[in-house]
């Protein structure tokens, strides 16, 4: 069986009344050239009217018109073509075989199937080319006793049945895109939502970061001629007794993160012990790869010097003592040690507490005004107690809600930058692979599974346990040309401009560049991976089927504004 799509020159189904028309013509003419064929005496040449030949010259097996229009059902002129090697011909148009026919070919009327013009080299070949000539005319001449059975009511009922299957599962992709677009465009409204409201917050939040800033400068203005006790204070022994907490605490702290640490790095080493010892296990001795080899070697040796090794281990417990907090029950009670001390500069920053209460509040407010204004200006200490400044709980109240509302705005302004990028990003036609982002569709080709996460990443996943390989990130949507012939089942490219989303800096490949993922879209009824293939190294292909692959078609019943028009 010749190939449908390398033989068939041009199909039309042809209307009855034209057929009925052309039952006198010649075989092989089609329903568009009947009318050069009607007077039953002459023939003129198609393309050099100045050539006229007797009707019994039409189909004699003898190439008489330059264009070979007096051949329509033989293939005597078949050496005639656009590709053909230049040969000399006089009397064509260009004087070679390499020149162009009037006819597209021979025709088929194929009824109950559809008309095709096939190629004149395949006419009386002794060959029946039913999927092309399913009414057998080709071979009228019986060459080597070849006698071409009229297949064409069994080929175009299957034909009908196959083409009826592919128009329902049109309907369906197109159903389903539809809803696909419908979910795209309710998700990127709840983004658009989003963004309002972000903006709006934002702004609530500035206004209140201000007003926050204002209180927090008046607090700290008003309080900071304000003495405050700070742990420590005191004489002699309650600075060392403050000193020496500070300095516990800090090691108490750096301790706890170098438990942490070394507890992540013995993970770590589990790891790569396990990985180098399943590589060891695993790999083919024979393989001549001398940097596996040594790898192995190394890790050998490794285990080696590792059983031998003393261990000394720190006890948990005694270190998760020491990280207790200190109080009366452990460690240290630094309560004991604390003294209550009076300066004098106490008395005299409380020197309102010995006036009359008549007069109390008014000297209060002048006494506070006048310590701010020699605070400020430098005459006066900021905080006279001898364990240094310290800050009220109402400054630290205020400074608090100050920075809640930065660390809130700093959030709220990621979130809206997120959110931003999301609705600039390029999902498709109508924003339909929004609807998608973060499924995944899988198939399992030979020893591995191979997946494809929308908008996210394409894996290798192996069937033996080695793990999974990442194939590549998702990158970009493009557009590419396929040319490939329609499947049987349907799970093709087909022919035409076909979307590509490209994964890229995917895991390196040993001793290779990263892995890439070029994943080809074709219509289909529900996501599908058809095929995987690499196509050179550590660069892979997917043939993927899916709705949001299909061709916009408007809702039936639903009319556009055009035609309302």
């Known amino acids: 069986m010749r190939r449908t799509a390398a033989l068939v020159l ?16 010649p075989r092989g003419v089609g329903p568009e050239f009947a009318k050069f064929y009607s007077n039953k005496e002459t023939f003129t040449c198609i393309s ?70 096939i190629p004149f080299m ?33 080929i175009g009922k299957e034909y009908r049945r196959i083409e009826e299957e592919r128009r329902q599962s049109k309907e369906r992709s197109a159903k389903r895109r539809r809803t696909l677009v419908k979910e795209a465009r309710e998700l990127r409204r709840r983004v658009e939502s989003k963004v309002a409201s972000l903006k709006e917050e934002l702004a609530n939040l500035e206004v209140q970061k201000a007003e926050l800033q204002k209180k927090y ?22 600075v060392l007794v403050g000193l020496a907490k500070k300095r516990v605490d800090e090691l108490r702290d750096t301790l706890d993160k170098v438990l942490d640490q070394r507890d992540d790095l013995q993970d770590r080493v589990d790891q790569l012990e396990d990985i180098l010892s399943k590589l060891k296990e695993e790999y083919n001795p024979n393989f001549n790869d001398e940097g596996v080899k040594a790898a192995v070697q190394g890790y050998e040796n490794y285990a080696a010097g590792k059983s031998t090794e003393k261990k000394s281990e720190v006890v948990d417990a005694d270190v998760l003592e020491v990280l207790k907090e200190d109080g009366p029950d452990s460690g240290i009670n630094w309560a004991e040690f604390r003294e209550e001390e009076t300066s004098d500069a106490d008395i005299v920053y409380n020197l309102e507490a010995y006036l ?23 005459i006066l200490a900021d905080n006279p107690t001898t364990g240094g400044p310290t800050e009220s709980k109402l400054v630290m109240a205020a400074r608090d809600a100050l920075e809640a509302a930065r660390a809130e705005h700093t959030t709220k302004s990621s979130q809206l930058a997120d959110e931003e990028r999301d609705l600039a990003k390029d999902y498709g036609p109508d924003d339909i692979f929004r609807a998608l982002k973060g499924q995944c569709v ?62 890229e800096n995917g895991q390196g490949c040993w001793n290779g560049p990263q892995r890439r993922t070029d994943v080809w ?29 299909c061709e916009e078609v408007g809702e039936p019943g639903v009319g556009t504004k055009h035609d309302e028009l």
């Open 48 to 117: 050099n009217p100045s050539i006229v030949l007797s009707s019994s010259q039409v189909n004699d097996n003898s190439c008489d018109c330059p264009d070979g229009s007096d051949e329509p059902g033989t293939s005597a002129c078949s050496h005639l073509d656009p590709l053909s090697p230049e040969q000399p011909l006089p009397g064509s148009v260009t004087g070679t075989t390499n020149t162009t026919r009037a006819l597209p070919g021979f025709w088929c009327e194929n009824k109950g199937h559809i008309g095709a013009y």
């Open 356 to 378: 009359p209460p008549s007069v109390r509040s008014f000297v209060h407010s002048k006494i506070s005004s006048l310590k701010v204004w020699l605070i400020e200006n430098g």
């Open 442 to 503: 899988s198939a399992d080709v030979g020893e591995y599974e191979y997946e494809l996460c929308w908008f996210d990443r394409t894996t290798q996943k192996s069937k033996k346990g080695h793990g999974n390989t990442n194939m590549g990130n998702f990158e970009r949507i493009t557009t590419e040309v396929a040319d490939e012939e329609d499947r049987v089942d349907g799970k093709g490219l087909g022919k035409g401009p076909r979307m590509v989303l490209r994964f």
């Open 10 to 25: 041009l199909s039309t189904i042809a209307p009855t009344g034209t057929i009925a028309a052309t039952e006198s013509v």
């Open 521 to 549: 879209l074709a219509c289909a009824e529900k996501d599908e991976l058809w095929r995987v293939s690499e196509s050179e190294k550590c660069v892979y292909r997917m043939e993927v089927g899916t709705p949001a692959a």
């Open 217 to 238: 400068d008046e607090v700290e203005r008003a309080e900071r001629g304000k003495v405050v006790k700070a742990e420590g204070e005191g004489g002699k022994l309650g």
């Open 122 to 154: 395949y006419v009386n070949d002794g060959v029946c080319d039913h999927e092309l000539c399913c009414d057998g005319t080709d071979e009228a001449l019986h060459v080597g006793g070849t006698r071409c059975e009229n297949r064409c009511a069994s």
